[in-house]
Structures are given as structure tokens and as C-alpha cells.
């Protein structure tokens, strides 16, 4: 079983910035390609930030985010960066990394127009990294 690890997690002020990283435990073993950022505050539902397709580099983001938050990718796919500016409280939550193919290996379904940012759309989850911001 291929494990994803993230790391980059902490304590920042508002305002400030952290850079979440997901590395996939065996390199070069194929995860999908899709790669996803989510994260869960305490009493909350699970929320998908971002996603990126590994094959083209294509992102999509949640509205909560977007502008502000930043999802790429490194080390040719098997690491997956989630840069986030301008942090508010509301931030604050255990982040996970995701992996998989939810729509046959891609990360949009233009059926239903919606991203691959339901927690339903994967199996393969990072143990998390937690984020505070006060």
C-alpha cells in the first residue's frame, strides 16, 4: 500500500503563509492522477481545497481559496505542494493529501461540472498535517 505523507504543517498568524508538502512513499509508483488537498476542522465536515492533474498540470480550487491558496506539483508528480498566502482563522484544520482516479483518471467530471473534491471521490489518504491560524 502506497502511502502519501504530508509535512509543512504549524501555527501562523493570520495573515501569514504555510507551505503544505505530499510526497508519495514509494517514488515513481503510480498514485492516479489526481492529487487533492482537504482538509477537517473540529465539528466540520471534511472540505476538498484543491486538486491538481498530474498529467497536465490543470488546478481547480475550492471557492473558500481560490486567489489565495496554490496546488502544484514536483519531482515528477510525486510530490504535490500546496501553497497557502493570506491565512484567516477559518484556515485552521488537520489538512490531508489525497491520491486517485475519480473520474477514469481525471480530475473534473463534466457530467455533473464539479471538480474531484468530494471526499467520496478517493480511497488513498495521508495520516494529515494540522494548520492553526490565529
Known amino acids: 500500500h502506497v502511502q502519501l505523507v504530508e509535512s509543512g504543517g504549524g501555527s501562523v498568524q493570520a495573515g501569514g503563509s504555510l507551505k503544505l508538502t505530499c510526497s508519495v512513499s514509494?517514488?515513481?509508483?503510480?498514485?492516479?492522477?489526481?492529487m487533492a488537498w482537504f482538509r477537517q476542522a473540529p465539528g466540520k465536515e471534511r472540505e476538498g481545497v484543491a486538486v491538481i492533474y498530474t498529467g497536465a498540470g490543470s488546478t481547480y480550487y475550492a471557492d473558500s481559496v481560490r486567489g489565495r491558496f496554490t496546488v502544484s506539483q514536483a519531482n515528477a508528480g510525486n510530490t504535490v505542494v500546496l501553497t497557502m498566502n493570506s491565512l484567516k482563522p477559518e484556515d485552521s484544520a488537520m489538512y490531508y493529501c489525497?491520491?486517485?482516479?475519480?473520474?477514469?483518471?481525471?480530475?473534473?467530471?463534466?457530467?455533473?461540472?464539479?471538480?474531484?473534491?468530494?471526499?467520496?471521490?478517493?480511497?488513498?489518504w495521508g495520516q494529515g498535517t494540522q494548520v492553526t491560524v490565529s
Open positions: 514509494s517514488p515513481y509508483t503510480y498514485v492516479g492522477q489526481c
Open positions: 489525497v491520491a486517485g482516479d475519480p473520474f477514469g483518471g481525471y480530475c473534473y467530471d463534466y457530467t455533473d461540472a464539479r471538480a474531484a473534491l468530494s471526499p467520496t471521490d478517493y480511497t488513498n
